[in-house]
């Protein structure tokens, strides 16, 4: 079997799994039916759950170079069954996002081969999923970089502002992209 082609880990049993495409101008996710069987540069293998997307296998220039796994509950368990299955490739093990006060946060375990973790991101969305927020974190969960995300009444960005891990403001970016 190709490793493109392994199955999902058993925790994120799937029901389905269809290659996928985004629209870049409204940001759905949309089945591909006339793939032959084979990853394209620029689609995505997904497996889904009633529905709902659990995993995605992302291939770029002709090579796997992710899979992410999507509302886990036992990260450590996913990452051991990533490492043994997809040894070289980039895994993101993405927790069931958590329900606060104004919104949801959601952690993400980041390793670039085997079980070890390089990075963790923290993201907090608003109540109606827009993205206000990553953390950036080493493998022992130091803050290394936070970003804010600022809207407009319209929903769309502002600024993006980064800090450093002591709190410094270290850039802003304006939503046209300009610095």
Same mark, same amino acid.
């Given at each position: 079997m190709s490793a493109l082609l392994l199955p999902i880990c058993d925790e994120l049993s799937a029901d389905r799994v269809a290659y996928m495409d985004v629209d870049i101008a409204t940001g759905d996710w949309y089945d591909v039916a006339d793939v032959d069987n084979k990853m394209k540069t620029g689609l995505v293998r997904a497996a889904f759950r009633n529905d709902v997307m659990v995993q995605k296998v992302i291939v770029r220039g002709g090579t796997l170079e992710t899979v992410q796994y999507l509302d886990v $509950?036992? %990260? /450590? @368990?996913?990452?051991?069954?990533? &490492? !043994?299955? /997809?040894? @070289?490739?980039?895994? !993101? =093990?993405?927790? =069931? &996002? *958590? @329900?606060? *006060?104004? +919104?949801? %946060?959601?952690? +993400?375990?980041? &390793? $670039?081969?085997? !079980? @070890?973790v390089d990075l963790i991101i923290v993201e907090r969305t608003d109540r109606d999923g827009d993205l206000i927020s990553e953390e950036v974190r080493s493998e022992t969960e130091e803050l290394i970089e936070r970003i804010e995300y600022r809207y407009n009444s319209d929903k769309e960005i502002i600024d993006t502002?980064? /800090?450093?891990?002591? +709190?410094?403001?270290?850039? =802003?970016e304006l939503g046209d992209g300009t610095c």
């Open positions: $509950s036992d %990260a /450590y @368990s996913i990452l051991r069954w990533h &490492a !043994e299955n /997809y040894p @070289s490739v980039r895994g !993101e =093990i993405w927790m =069931i &996002a *958590e @329900s606060g *006060e104004d +919104g949801f %946060a959601r952690k +993400g375990l980041i &390793a $670039s081969a085997g !079980e @070890s502002r980064t /800090y450093d891990r002591c +709190g410094v403001l270290v850039g =802003i």
